[in-house]
């Protein structure tokens, strides 16, 4: 099948169904790392079979780990208890968190490789994470601009550090972490507001210990280095990142009752249903189980009168990956939602706030940017554009749903980039019943 170069989304009838989310992105990426720094076998149920974690399926088997696909989202890693010299150049694609926790991961070894990734992520910046590993004793060289990938790293007798962040990122910390389990001493990690916490999970489901203590609203992350990771099996959960757009097109599409089973909802990653539930949306768990370490259940969203309301900043660590979605489904609240202390959005696969402001703008929606957020006053959406994504998975499927309740059809550029985080995506959502088709 050739890629649509444009896929459209028109005004639907009412949505409905039961579907499922995509594994979690997140952790499909820590499990396949994990499994290659392991000593023995990983069996993975659940991974995402998306663009970004194949590159780094592709990656760690670069770095002598074996890989084997055994069926639909079943994967057998089988590590060496660390990596091995590639022969290679590393290519992480598209994806920011791969190449940041390989970055990690690969200084803790006597290794040297290459990283490098597709045009988006050649402009996003990498001083954040090789700063803290050249701290610890890694050599970092920049091979084109410095800052930007491609970059080699060469690793081996790191000592621990102690890091403090000044905005909570969980790639940074798990790529100290990654390094400092090699690292001679206990590493630590300090974060303002507690972000995602699957490396301090998953580390622990390997065999590791892992320290956490509260430091205000967030926390100090500690671990000692020399500690082997034990292969083990990994069950992964449906993304909550993804669920989210089913969900916002269950939300604003009327007569809509939509249920996505099996997501993911550790609470550091669910300000997005925080916020819809503060704007009025009928959102209903049920199921709530345990499984896999995460806490999981079944969500449904009905179609919501919504209003806008003031997101809090200090929520934007669990939802940062939501908000272009959040944005949409703002569109068409009533009164103005704001979004600040996003900055981190800039520097995301695209400038998300720039992004999410020229979208919606051209889809007739009143917004207003700021240098660390912005303000989308909600009504009618009278659609009716091409949304430029600059090569945005979240761009692209955020827009679509807005073209799901819009008056006049929305198109986007570059479909084939949703296959990043949400293979299947289009088919999913035209069997809820979207009217989603590719166009020229
Ligand atoms: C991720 C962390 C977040 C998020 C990204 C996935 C992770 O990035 O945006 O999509 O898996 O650790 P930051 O850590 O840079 O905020």
Redesign the pocket.
């Given at each position: 099948m050739t890629t649509p170069s444009h896929l459209t989304a028109r005004r639907s009838r009412a949505l409905s169904g039961r579907t499922r989310a995509p594994g979690d992105?997140?952790m499909s990426?820590r499990a396949l790392i994990l499994g290659a720094m392991a000593s023995g076998t990983t069996e993975i149920d659940g991974l995402l079979e998306g663009d970004d974690v194949l590159a780094t399926a592709r990656a760690v088997q670069a770095f002598g780990a074996g890989v084997e696909r055994t069926g639909p989202g079943r994967w057998r890693v089988t590590g060496q208890g660390g990596f091995r010299q590639p022969d290679s150049l590393i290519d992480c694609g598209n994806a920011?968190?791969g190449v940041r926790l390989l970055m990690g991961a690969a200084a803790g070894y006597p290794v040297s490789a290459v990283f490098d990734g597709d045009a988006s992520l050649r402009k996003r910046p990498m001083k954040r994470v090789a700063g803290p590993l050249v701290e610890m004793g890694a050599r970092l060289d920049w091979l084109g601009e410095e800052d930007r990938l491609p970059v080699q790293v060469s690793g081996g007798a790191l000592a621990a550090i102690d890091h403090t962040q000044s905005v909570a990122?969980?790639?940074?910390k798990?790529a100290i972490l990654l390094a400092g389990l090699n690292a001679d001493g206990v590493t630590t990690v300090a974060e303002p507001e507690r972000?995602?916490d699957?490396t301090e999970r998953m580390l622990r489901a390997f065999g590791a210990e892992v320290g956490v203590e509260a430091v205000g609203e967030g926390w100090r992350v500690s671990l000692r280095g020399g500690q082997r990771l034990t292969g083990t099996a990994v069950w992964i959960p449906g993304d909550p990142s993804s669920a989210a757009f089913p969900l916002a097109a269950g939300l604003v599409v009327p007569g809509s009752s939509v249920t996505v089973e099996g997501v993911m909802l550790n609470p550091l990653r669910t300000g997005l249903f925080e916020t819809w539930r503060e704007m009025g949306a009928d959102l209903t768990i049920s199921n709530r189980r345990t499984a896999g370490g995460e806490e999981v259940g079944d969500v449904t969203a009905r179609h919501s009168e919504l209003s806008g309301v003031v997101v809090p900043e200090a929520r934007a660590a669990s939802m940062?990956?939501e908000y272009p979605i959040l944005a949409v489904t703002a569109a068409f609240a009533e009164g103005e939602t704001v979004m600040r202390g996003v900055g981190?959005m800039r520097v995301?696969e695209s400038d998300r706030i720039s992004l999410m402001v020229a979208g919606l703008r051209a889809c007739g929606v009143d917004v207003a940017e700021e240098a660390e957020g912005f303000v989308v006053a909600g009504g009618a959406v009278p659609g009716g554009a091409t949304v430029h994504t600059a090569h945005d998975h979240r761009i692209a499927m955020s827009h679509l749903v807005l073209g799901l309740a819009a008056e006049r059809p929305v198109a986007v550029d570059e479909p084939d980039m949703i296959a990043t985080s949400f293979p299947g995506f289009v088919e999913l959502m035209r069997g809820l019943g979207a009217d989603i088709a590719a166009s020229t």
């Open positions: 992105k997140s990426h920011g968190t990122s969980a790639q940074i798990s972000s995602r699957h940062i990956d981190e995301k």
